[in-house]
């Protein structure tokens, strides 16, 4: 199945505890029903009864808890291709359950940075007890700007400190165990990280900031105590561990996005194919079979990217930063492919996408939600483009990358080292993987790709487009596209996409591109020359009804009444529920 299917999801590729995590956590889902899961949803339930299911079976604990601490630590780890199993499956069932996760992560991420043994061991523990965490960065006043802070922490005489100052939509922050807190020393006005307890009397919980099941808080510190062995990080080093924290953890937002995608297009497809309208059923219309092959070569898409941009982030190292380009766009393209897919099978549904008993009513509401954390588009894409010149001119050899699903400690997303140099990181030739195909949509791509090139060298951005975000959107979506092209094609021997499902996806990408040129055709602060090359990049996708049928036919249709979750629940056999 090239997208999730719980019930026959084959985690193989996993050790076997990992795959027990996987089907124990299907089963809570599928035990718990449809009707309770929306239910809980409708009426913001805080989610108790998945937290204690975690709690129990120690899945946070075993998940995020690096090797070599807590109460089993050789089998704990920090990795990263079973975080992504996690996750996905999570998403599949509803974006609370995985956003818990993800704050936690994040929450945990500069303490895993940190020197400080005390509070590692500490972590450690609370995670072994069922604890959730939370990452206390983004003021209501500032945001996530890490530059501006009103979070401040004083020296005392005694050498102890105080911090004064309040955080804002700061997910768990309800109930974490221990929250890595961002702000500035008052004497040296430094960065400075350190941790605090959400449960202290000095922690005043305001409110909880969105009508949501997950709780993402505004909370206050006055006059909280702080001792040295509180504080985590300091200067240049608390800077780097948010900056990090936030590499390693953008990545799961593209997981999240794909569980969401599956869930609805399932709900869909079992929802158009029984509907009878005008003597024909919904999927029996050229148009609905168009929407649906578009979004399913878009959900394929996605994750085969996603599986590879995992291999880069596992496989990166001092000498190997690539996952730094990688990552950014699992956060900035799947999220926005999420939304195609989404509004496309939306086009389907119609109305019925609004009903409260409707997985897709929490879809629709959800995906909107990703594009706009760990960063927006806007602020990943401004990262993207900094390693365009060397992507394009500057390549380096390295040894090729293997798919990586093996059992081992991903260590060096917690020694990822100083935040810069980003524009000195080299990737290698891209041309590589492209070159492996000769077919008609891929070709028309590639050519589209060269014009690209030409244009960056002949008729480059201005220095004043150089500073107009607006435009240099544009030339990033379009650089977007033949990274995103040629992470999907590495990917695409590994897995044996058919030549058929290829041309499909590239026959899309196409489009995408064109639309992309057009639009700096299109503004006014395009030179003529460049209004040339855009033009040429403007191509028409080429199309085949033989091969889209085949498609319709043997993945998107052969999806019919594959998949619904059963309204009051289920037990499953060969899955164990606790």
């Excluded at 019930?7 to 505890?17: G, H, R, W």
């Amino acid at each position: 199945m090239l997208i999730l299917h719980p019930l026959k999801a084959d985690y193989s590729y996993l050790d076997q505890e990992s795959q027990e995590i996987m089907q124990k956590t299907i089963a809570w889902f599928e035990a718990k029903g449809k009707a309770k899961l929306t239910d809980d949803d409708r009426n913001f339930v805080w989610y108790d009864d998945f937290l204690t299911f975690v709690k129990d079976n120690k899945i946070f604990a075993k998940l995020m808890t690096p090797k070599g601490y807590g109460s089993d630590p050789e089998s704990s780890r920090w990795d990263t291709a079973r975080i992504a199993a996690f996750t996905e499956i999570c998403g599949f069932y509803g974006l609370c359950y995985w956003y818990t996760y993800q704050v936690s992560s994040l929450g945990l991420g500069p303490i895993w940075m940190t020197e400080n043994a005390a509070v590692k061991e500490k972590a450690a523990k609370l995670l072994d007890e069922g604890h959730i965490f939370a990452f206390g960065l983004s003021e209501k006043e500032h945001g996530a700007d890490i530059y501006s802070s009103d979070m401040i922490l004083s020296k005392n005489a005694d050498g102890t400190y105080t911090a004064n100052g309040g955080k804002y939509y700061i997910g768990n922050g309800n109930k974490a165990g221990m929250v890595s807190v961002f702000g500035l020393d008052a004497e040296t006005k430094d960065h400075v990280c350190f941790v605090v307890d959400s449960q202290h009397e000095n922690y005043h919980l305001i409110k909880n900031v969105v009508n949501s099941q997950s709780y993402v808080s505004q909370f206050e510190l006055k006059d909280y105590p702080i001792k040295e062995e509180d504080i985590i990080h300091k200067g240049r080093a608390a800077w780097d561990a948010a900056l990090n924290t936030v590499n390693i953890n953008k990545y799961n937002l593209g997981w999240a996005t794909i569980g969401i995608c599956s869930h609805a297009m399932y709900e869909a497809i079992n929802h158009a194919s029984h509907r009878n309208l005008y003597g024909k059923f919904v999927t029996d219309f050229p148009h609905i079979k168009a929407l649906f092959t578009s979004a399913y070569s878009r959900l394929v898409a996605a994750r085969l990217f996603i599986f590879r941009a995992t291999d880069y982030m596992r496989s990166a190292s001092a000498e190997d930063r690539r996952y730094l380009l990688f990552n950014p766009m699992v956060k900035m393209k799947v999220t926005t492919e999420g939304e195609h897919v989404i509004n496309d099978i939306w086009d389907v549904v119609a109305a019925k996408g609004f009903e409260r008993d409707m997985y897709f009513n929490m879809a629709a509401r959800d995906i909107r939600a990703l594009p706009k954390l760990e960063g927006t588009v806007h602020v990943n894409m401004a990262l993207i483009i900094k390693f365009m010149p060397n992507y394009f001119f500057n390549p380096a050899e390295f040894p090729e990358i293997p798919q990586r699903f093996d059992a081992v400690e991903d260590s060096f997303m917690f020694n990822q080292g100083p935040t810069k140099g980003l524009s000195k990181i080299q990737f290698h030739d891209y041309n590589i993987a492209y070159d492996q195909y000769d077919l008609p949509n891929v070709n028309l791509f590639k050519k589209q790709i060269a014009i690209l090139k030409e244009t960056l060298m002949m008729a480059g951005p201005s220095p004043e487009q150089q500073k107009d975000i607006d435009f240099l959107l544009s030339v990033g979506e379009l650089f977007t596209l033949v990274v995103y092209g040629q992470l999907i094609l590495e990917n695409c021997k590994h897995y044996q996409i058919s030549e058929d499902l290829i041309e499909q996806i590239f026959e899309v990408m196409v489009g995408d591109f064109s639309k992309f040129a057009l639009q700096i055709y299109s503004k006014g602060s395009s030179s003529e020359k460049q209004s040339e090359y855009a033009m040429k990049m403007i191509q028409k996708p080429i199309a085949d009804k033989e091969r889209t049928h085949r498609i319709w036919e043997q993945h998107v249709y052969a999806l019919k009444d594959v998949y619904e979750m059963a309204a009051e629940g289920r037990v499953l056999e060969n899955l164990v529920a606790q």
